[in-house]
């Protein structure tokens, strides 16, 4: 046994590249060819291969440094058996390094013995500040080459839960591919969902209780399910309810029927809660945004887009009345006539559902008192609707019949604290109530 200084190699066209891992650590036993560190430049990563055979008596990089050709990377008590032919072999040891983007194929190494594996210490994070994604922990038992690491870490894959199907079990690129597939069939309500951390329902035979007729879900219903699978997943719902008086509202929608009756629509109360509804999206932003994609920031919208739930035979769909502020009251009349008509003979076109900036879900010409609807992502907020009825309403001196509407808004908690939400359905009431307010 000797002690040999290890120092880094001719690693081609790179002066100084960052350490990314160091897979060994005092006391280590290793292998001629065992990986000691993987070095990763900002076109490829390789990793560095241990000339010796012999114990690691001492580490001279961290995870984060810099280094190049001739930097001490560490020592080793070698063993001497190879004698010559071992220090040859230590001047011809060159790293193995892979273009991260052609994922060429890899070549064949030997699988880590999982006793020894498990020795290795977790690597702390790279000083890229980049996080320590995947539990890439050394100790994990698992083999990927750098360029399949370098993957995996861009995707945000976790290795440790991926089965690799290259020779001795070694993860290849296709495996990580496959792997990230099932998490989103998962996390779109696929049969994977137990890999995304859900517990799945188990099957049961019903036929074990009486008779069962099996009916295929409609198309619709298969597509919109899945999206709102992936809402209810994703928002952390929060549902607020309040009762709206609209008694003058209906008494002025009723006075003009016979002039909507003249223009060729039906003038439903849903019109009149478009525009309180914009009016109370005016006065609290938040409520017409979207979350951005790192969740970091709030994207407000300065368009009035509304989507309405309508009910077909098929299933719900969402068309979308464009710019709702700038039109009147019969206007959106015949175009929401015109949508949910679409709607229900399936003439949408994709066009007709995108874009929206705040949703509604009526369901007061149905029943009901009152509902939580779902926030349709990525929209942060949608208001239910439920069915008016006539009310006592203590007036402070007496009850008064009044027409009282019940509605609930849903939203993202992330995006509308508590506070914000009830002061959003408090001032919507208020303009239902007076919807001179929204000439203001
Ligand atoms: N309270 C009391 N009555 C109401 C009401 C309310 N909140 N909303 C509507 N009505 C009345 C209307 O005035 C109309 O009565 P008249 O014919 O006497 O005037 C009747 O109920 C039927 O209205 P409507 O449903 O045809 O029209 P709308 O404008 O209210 O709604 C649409 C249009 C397309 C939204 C609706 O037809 C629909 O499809 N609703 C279901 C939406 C849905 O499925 N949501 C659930 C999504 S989550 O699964």
Not at 318 to 333: A, H, M, N, Y
Not at 414 to 435: K, M, P, S
Request: glycine fraction near 8%.
């Amino acid at each position: 046994m000797a002690i040999k200084q290890f120092n880094l190699p001719d690693i081609g066209d790179f002066d100084s590249v960052d350490v990314i891992e160091v897979l060994v650590s005092e006391g280590d036993t290793v292998d001629v060819d065992d990986t000691l560190i993987t070095l990763e430049s900002d076109k490829a990563a390789m990793e560095i291969p241990s000339p010796f055979k012999g114990k690691v008596t001492r580490v001279t990089v961290s995870v984060g440094d810099k280094v190049g050709e001739g930097d001490p990377i560490c020592e080793i008590d070698a063993e001497e058996e190879g004698g010559e032919a071992e220090e040859e072999k230590a001047a011809q040891t060159q790293p193995e390094e892979k273009p991260e983007e052609k994922a060429p194929a890899e070549p064949e190494k030997p699988a880590e013995a999982p006793a020894k594996a498990a020795e290795r210490p977790a690597p702390a994070p790279a000083a890229t500040g980049e996080k320590p994604v995947n539990a890439q922990a050394a100790g994990a038992q698992y083999h990927a080459s750098p360029s399949v690491r370098a993957f995996a870490r861009k995707l945000g894959a976790d290795l440790s839960r991926v089965q690799g199907s290259g020779p001795k079990g070694r993860i290849t690129r296709e495996d990580v591919e496959g792997h990230i597939k099932s998490v989103m069939q998962g996390a779109a309500g696929g049969p994977a969902a137990a890999g995304a951390g859900i517990p799945p329902i188990p099957e049961v035979d019903f036929a074990q209780f009486g008779d069962t007729e099996e009916q295929d879900l409609p198309r619709i219903k298969k597509i919109s399910g899945k999206h709102l699978h992936a809402c209810w997943l994703n928002i952390p719902h929060v549902t607020q309810f309040d009762d709206a008086d609209i008694t003058e509202l209906d008494a002025f929608r009723k006075s003009m029927k016979p002039r909507a009756e003249k223009e060729g629509v039906k003038l439903t109360p849903l019109v009149f809660v478009m525009k309180a509804a914009v009016a109370a999206l005016k006065a609290f932003p938040q409520f017409n945004a979207s979350l951005s994609a790192d969740g970091e920031k709030l994207i407000v919208k300065k368009y009035f887009h509304i989507g309405i739930a309508v009910d077909t035979p098929n299933g719900l769909m969402v068309p979308v009345v464009r710019d709702v502020d700038q039109k009147g009251i019969f206007e959106l009349s015949a175009e929401l006539m015109e949508l949910s008509q679409k709607a229900r003979d399936g003439k949408l076109s994709p066009n007709d559902m995108k874009g929206a900036s705040f949703s509604i879900s009526s369901l007061g010409g149905i029943g009901g008192t009152q509902f939580t609807p779902i926030v349709n992502a990525p929209e942060v907020a949608i208001l239910g609707l439920s069915k008016a009825e006539m009310k006592p309403v203590w007036n402070g001196s007496e009850f008064e019949p009044r027409l009282v509407m019940p509605f609930s808004v849903s939203y993202d908690h992330r995006v509308v604290d508590g506070a914000e939400g009830v002061r959003f359905t408090t001032q919507l009431a208020e303009y239902l109530t007076d919807i001179r307010q929204l000439l203001l």
